[in-house]
Nanobody
Framework: QVQLVESGGGLVQAGGSLRLSCVASGRPFSIPVMGWFRQAPGKEREFVAVIDWSGGSTNYADSVKGRFTISRDNAKNTAYLQMNSLKPEDTAVYYC?????????????????WGKGTSVTVSS
């Protein structure tokens, strides 16, 4: 079973930056797709970004496009989410996710494994 552990969340001022990390372990096979989702209190979990196995293909939610960058380092079994120009609306618990398939799905049901989340709070 694949385990995902996020880190890097915290409290930042609007306009600031954070980099989230997601370390995968215990995986029985390589994970073609990794991604990030977020969930604010009272809201549904929403797609943020996904990346394929090579790092050559990415997909972003419109709300974060141009501000967030997803990347991965397969040698370290780690995915990253660089978040710049943060806004208060970015406040949420951010979840790392992974899929066994190769499609860059944008829905939570497209993912097979989930981390426990890391909290990001952006103050104005």
């Amino acid at each position: 079973q694949v385990q995902l552990v996020e880190s890097g969340g915290g409290l930042v001022q609007a306009g600031g930056s954070l980099r989230l990390s997601c370390v995968a372990s215990g995986r029985p096979f390589s994970i073609p797709v990794m991604g990030w989702f977020r969930q604010a209190p009272g809201k549904e979990r929403e797609f943020v970004a996904v990346i394929d196995w090579s790092g050559g293909s990415t997909n972003y939610a419109d709300s974060v496009k141009g501000r967030f960058t997803i990347s991965r380092d397969n040698a370290k079994n780690t995915a990253y989410l660089q978040m710049n120009s943060l806004k208060p609306e970015d406040t949420a618990v951010y979840y790392c996710a992974a899929a066994r398939g190769y499609a860059l799905g944008r829905g939570p049901t497209d993912m097979d494994y989930w981390g426990k989340g890391t909290s990001v709070t952006v103050s104005s």
